[in-house]
Nanobody, 122 residues
């Protein structure tokens, strides 16, 4: 698939907010499931949030209530609004295309983009 391009990361103080964007190729808005992952230094990549076409959303427990995933299908865009950021949110964030079935998200492949780096620090 065509590359997804993440943007919006940066350095933010604890308690602050950032909005990440993911720009996809034409047709991304028609993909059933999109997701945000993150990879913190020294840790495995983890699934952060899932947005299923039609309105279903899922979040990792660590971000529930603070992060909101959304998508603008007409613009082939996906977003991650991150509020009340904590130092443990520091990571490179990646967007992803995949499938969602029986409550599980599955990436289409293991080809990851450059991501966008989020650093939460005072």
């Amino acid at each position: 698939q065509a590359r997804l391009e993440e943007s919006g990361g940066g350095l933010v103080q604890p308690g602050g907010s950032l909005r990440l964007s993911c720009a996809g190729p034409p047709g991304m808005g028609n993909i059933y499931a999109l997701a945000w992952y993150r990879e913190a230094p020294g840790k495995q990549r983890e699934l952060v949030a899932v947005s299923v076409r039609g309105g279903i959303t899922k979040y990792a427990d660590s971000v529930k209530g603070r992060f909101t995933i959304s998508r603008d299908n007409a613009k082939n865009m996906m977003y991650l609004q991150m509020n009340d950021l904590k130092p443990e949110d520091t990571a490179v964030y990646y967007c992803n295309r995949g499938a969602y079935y029986q409550g599980n998200y599955t990436p289409w492949d293991d080809n990851w983009g450059q991501g966008t780096e989020v650093t939460v620090s005072s």
